[in-house]
């Protein structure tokens, strides 16, 4: 079963090298078919996962135990029909300062009032939502 995660965090440290977390998620993530997008605004991620339920479990129990994050918050995990970045090992989207903080509340909340645990029809996820938000690029 195919399922969607959405998280925030805050870089362990000041400077990051999002060019070289970009390089090693997408080899990885080519080899465990994970599929999603990486936001960064300067001093917080959002990041949106998709694959298999077994997959995404252990690489959201990885994340939680690596230092290079702090202040992780799950906001969403769901399951869903079909994949919105399944040509995106991992797509990246650069976001003004200040910008993921509200995205990440607002994401939060309709998390919060979907009803049940219901696959989440083509066009209704997470990701279609974020995937029609930014252009087309990898």
Not at 63 to 81: A, V
Not at 95 to 107: H, Y
Not at 113 to 125: C, D, K, L, Q, R
């Amino acid at each position: 079963m195919l399922v969607e995660l959405i998280y925030t965090s805050v870089p362990a440290t000041e400077t990051v090298d999002v060019k070289a977390i970009l390089e090693v998620a997408r080899r990885k993530n080519a080899k465990l078919d994970i599929t999603g997008m990486l936001c960064f605004d300067g001093k917080m991620f959002i990041q949106l996962l998709e694959a298999e339920e077994a997959v995404i479990d252990a690489l959201y129990g990885a994340i939680e135990h690596d230092k290079r994050h702090k202040d992780i918050e799950l906001l969403h995990r769901g399951k869903i029909s079909e994949r919105s970045f399944d040509d995106w090992s991992m797509a990246y989207e650069n976001i003004p300062m200040g910008m993921l903080e509200t995205l990440s509340e607002r994401i939060g909340v309709m998390s919060m009032t979907e009803a049940g645990n219901e696959v989440a029809a083509i066009g209704e996820s997470f990701g279609d939502r974020l995937f029609g938000l930014f252009p087309q690029q990898n």
